[in-house]
T-cell receptor
């Protein structure tokens, strides 16, 4: 079974600084996908960024980028120029294939990011 | 608006009762997933439906059941509710744009 590890339960960062949220994964599959989601205090899960295992370039979406190191099995999220609105819970997830074409997302425990003014 | 609609947003009910959570997937998405988020267990996969058929089961209790209808909306039925069932229940759909989550239903069992 696949596993996602987020080792930082909480992080505190000054506004406008860059922040890196760690994520390591464990899988024996050659083809896989990695996702980052943001969950603000209101509760919804907001998709941020996706990285495929065969993607040669690191994924970027605006202020979000994914530092994908395949050999180390890490997929860290980098947020540049942090804003107060970035304060939220962040989840790393991996798509796990199941039988007969089914699949599911496996989530890490999350990192609570707090941006200080 | 993510395109995935979940109702109701909040639900408070007593132990032993039965509730139904509803999800309408993003337009064009055939797959629907249900997840439970609790403080102690994190985000747990419950069940997946694809075009009306059950595709995969995760950590879903026997007291829970789900179905997906011909119009692709899905319902999660929770019965004989216990205090420990209090959680945020998410529905997600997948398609061309990956996984999209609804805003969740917060269930409180008292």
């Amino acid at each position: 079974a696949q596993k996602i590890t987020q080792t930082q339960p909480g992080m505190f960062v000054q506004e406008k600084e860059a922040v890196t949220l760690d994520c390591t994964y464990d899988t024996s599959d050659q083809s896989y996908g990695l996702f980052w989601y943001k969950q603000p205090s209101s509760g919804e899960m907001i998709f941020l960024i996706y990285q495929g295992s065969y993607d040669e370039q690191n994924a970027t979406e605006g202020r979000y980028s994914l530092n994908f190191q395949k050999a180390r099995k890490s997929a860290n999220l980098v947020i540049s120029a942090s804003q107060l609105g970035d304060s939220a819970m962040y989840f790393c997830a991996m798509r796990e294939p199941l039988i007969q074409g089914a699949q599911k997302l496996v989530f890490g425990q999350g990192t609570r990011l707090t941006i200080n003014p | 608006d993510s395109g995935v609609t979940q109702t109701p947003k909040h639900l408070i009910t007593a132990t032993g009762q039965r509730v139904t959570l509803r999800c309408s997937p993003r337009s064009g998405d055939l797959s629907v997933y249900w997840y439970q988020q609790s403080l102690d267990q994190g985000l747990q996969f419950l069940i997946q439906y694809y075009n009306g058929e059950e595709r995969a089961k995760g950590n879903i209790l026997e007291r829970f059941s789900a179905q997906q209808f011909p119009d692709l909306h899905s319902e999660l039925n929770l019965s004989s509710l216990e205090l420990g069932d209090s959680a945020l229940y998410f529905c997600a759909s997948s398609g061309r744009y990956g996984y999209t989550f609804g805003s969740g239903t917060r269930l409180t069992v008292v």
